[in-house]
């Protein structure tokens, strides 16, 4: 009979990017079951948002995610806009799904990127996270920040893209196109990742629906989920795409999904510039909100993200409630890190696409 | 959303009317049931639709009562709403049909004070384990941050 170990993971770790904290107890080998403790950059934002105005809480959601930070300020604006009964331009919903499909591209490159280092590939997660920078560069151009992109406010976006723009964009889109097939076609042939992720970290349907997940993840068990489609609203009503779904519920298939997500977002944002309306970026909108309550969905990288709002007729939100897409994920870890090798735990870990500063808002 | 559905089904847990049901904007439907009822509703719900989802759960104080919101999706938006009393909320917890439930329920908890009976994991999820006392949601706590 083998001892059994208690392995603490975090909050602070070399695995983790930001952090948290697994307990993982171990026999020999192999991970008997484990627990994990959330909250260490809980910074309170649905509180903090309640004590500001709406335009003010527009740059503290952008400070939400570091990664998906303009799809949040985008379901926060358009929420608002919602109550406020404002119809925001055509042009408007292009720019803001232009810099959404972008973010899902910079997403999913450096989700493969970490994945590619924790089961040791260390060549593919610098392919990865260069190609990325291509993603980071347009962004900069566009909005002047790699990360915040603070380009939405309540009734538009602040910028609007001229031929100069829309030329740049494409040519590093078109720079971008090779690349993406070498380093994702390194994902799809190379036998290690296979090894090191089929049959790992399963998720079967019936799980991720009873857990209530989203994105990628529920896609990869057979859960046809995607607000793009499944909320018709511009642009995604005039843009052709498929939802991509896998059967096997592994890290394998998360990989793949999120492997075709990626061309299809390439694909998507070569479409918005070719149909972007003509036309004004924003509207004016009031300061004061009459009283209502609004309910916004919107695709993030990870998956839907959820905004409710309360307003009681001031310029300052009753309530904001905002679900990230990491959080129902988070939940299926136990279930996941049960009777598992301990090597395989990192694959596992990173597989349900780790973002705790979304999580815990 | 088929209101004839929603009546159906209000009917089958034993609800008495009228029932108090609204349009919001973004194809969403908003149902105010008692909160004895929710974990019925919810169980009709889950037989009723196979794509059923639930996106979260919201807590909320209103000033004169706790308000918690169970976000659905079925193909269009559906929120319950169930009141529950200011002074030690109390409600069934719904983690039996749905273990996702878990979390938002625990943030609930621990932001509004809600207690939630058949929870199994009662801890903190998101507050400091230095947290004392107070929930960081209710409007009275921010009466006395202001101070």
């Given at each position: 009979m083998m001892t059994k170990l208690k392995i603490p993971i975090g909050p602070h770790h070399p695995l983790l990017k930001e952090p948290i904290s697994f307990l993982l107890t171990v026999e020999g080998e192999r991970v008997l079951e484990s627990s994990m403790r959330l909250g260490y950059v809980h910074r309170g934002i649905e509180r903090l948002c309640q004590e500001r105005t709406y335009?003010?809480?527009?740059?503290?959601?952008?400070?939400?995610?570091?990664?998906?930070?303009?799809?949040?300020?985008?379901?926060?604006?358009?929420?608002?806009?919602?109550l406020l009964g404002l119809e925001v331009p055509l042009r408007t919903h292009y720019i803001r799904a232009l810099l959404c499909e972008l973010e899902r591209i910079h997403s999913h490159l450096l989700w493969l990127g970490v994945l590619a280092k924790n089961i040791g590939l260390d060549t593919v997660f610098m392919y990865t996270w260069r190609d990325r920078e291509i993603v980071l560069d347009i962004m900069e151009e566009l909005s002047?920040?790699?990360?915040?992109?603070?380009?939405?406010?309540?009734?538009?976006?602040?910028?609007?893209?001229?031929?100069?723009?829309?030329?740049?964009?494409?040519?590093?889109?078109?720079?971008?196109?090779?690349?993406?097939?070498?380093?994702?076609?390194?994902?799809?042939?190379?036998?290690?990742?296979?090894?090191?992720?089929q049959g790992i970290g399963v998720i079967t349907k019936e799980v991720a629906r009873r857990h209530c997940v989203v994105?990628?993840?529920?896609?990869?068990?057979?859960?046809?989920?995607?607000?793009?489609?499944?909320?018709?609203?511009?642009?995604?009503?005039?843009?052709?795409?498929?939802?991509?779904?896998?059967?096997?519920?592994?890290?394998?298939?998360?990989?793949?999904?999120?492997?075709?997500?990626?061309?299809?977002?390439?694909?998507?944002?070569?479409?918005?510039?070719?149909?972007?309306?003509?036309?004004?970026?924003?509207?004016?909108?009031?300061?004061?909100v009459s009283p209502g309550e609004v309910v916004s969905r919107f695709e993030a990288p990870r998956g839907e993200l959820f905004y409710y709002?309360?307003?009681?007729?001031?310029?300052?939100?009753?309530?904001?409630?905002?679900?990230?897409?990491?959080?129902?994920?988070?939940?299926?870890?136990?279930?996941?890190?049960?009777?598992?090798?301990?090597?395989?735990?990192?694959?596992?870990?990173?597989?349900?696409d780790l973002c705790i500063a979304c999580a815990d808002r | 959303m088929e209101l004839n559905w929603l009546q159906d089904i209000l009917t089958k847990i034993e609800c008495v009317g009228p029932f108090d049901i609204r349009r919001?904007?973004?194809?969403?439907?908003?149902?105010?049931?008692?909160?004895?009822?929710?974990?019925?509703?919810?169980?009709?719900?889950?037989e009723d639709d196979s794509t059923w989802h639930l996106s979260t759960i919201t807590g909320q104080d209103t000033g004169s009562q706790i308000e918690l919101l169970y976000h659905?999706?079925?193909?269009?938006?559906?929120?319950?709403?169930?009141?529950?009393?200011?002074?030690?909320?109390?409600?069934?917890?719904?983690?039996?049909?749905?273990?996702?439930?878990?979390?938002?329920?625990?943030?609930?908890?621990?932001?509004?004070?809600?207690?939630?009976?058949?929870?199994?994991?009662?801890?903190?999820?998101?507050?400091?384990?230095?947290?004392?006392?107070?929930?960081?949601?209710?409007?009275?706590?921010?009466?006395?941050?202001?101070?």
């Open positions: 335009v003010q809480a527009v740059h503290l959601i952008e400070r939400i995610c570091g990664i998906c930070s303009h799809v949040h300020s985008t379901a926060y604006s358009h929420a608002v806009e919602t002047g920040g790699r990360v915040s992109h603070t380009i939405n406010i309540i009734g538009g976006v602040k910028i609007d893209l001229d031929q100069k723009m829309m030329d740049m964009i494409s040519e590093k889109l078109e720079e971008l196109a090779p690349k993406l097939t070498i380093a994702l076609g390194l994902f799809e042939n190379e036998p290690t990742v296979r090894l090191r992720t994105g990628p993840i529920a896609r990869a068990s057979g859960v046809d989920i995607d607000v793009r489609r499944d909320v018709p609203r511009p642009p995604y009503n005039n843009l052709e795409f498929n939802v991509i779904t896998h059967t096997d519920g592994d890290v394998w298939a998360r990989t793949l999904v999120r492997i075709m997500e990626t061309r299809e977002s390439h694909r998507l944002i070569q479409q918005i510039l070719s149909q972007l309306p003509p036309g004004d970026i924003s509207v004016k909108a009031k300061r004061r709002i309360r307003s009681d007729g001031s310029d300052q939100p009753a309530r904001i409630k905002i679900r990230t897409p990491t959080l129902p994920a988070l939940s299926t870890l136990p279930e996941q890190l049960r009777d598992v090798n301990l090597a395989d735990a990192p694959v596992i870990l990173s597989g349900v | 919001l904007p973004e194809d969403e439907t908003w149902v105010v049931i008692p909160f004895d009822k929710v974990f019925d509703f919810v169980k009709f719900i889950m659905f999706w079925l193909g269009h938006g559906l929120t319950i709403c169930a009141r529950l009393a200011y002074e030690n909320p109390q409600i069934k917890s719904i983690t039996a049909l749905i273990p996702g439930a878990a979390f938002y329920e625990r943030e609930a908890a621990e932001m509004l004070g809600i207690s939630f009976t058949d929870l199994k994991d009662e801890s903190v999820l998101l507050l400091s384990d230095a947290w004392v006392k107070g929930w960081p949601l209710r409007k009275e706590k921010k009466e006395k941050h202001d101070d």
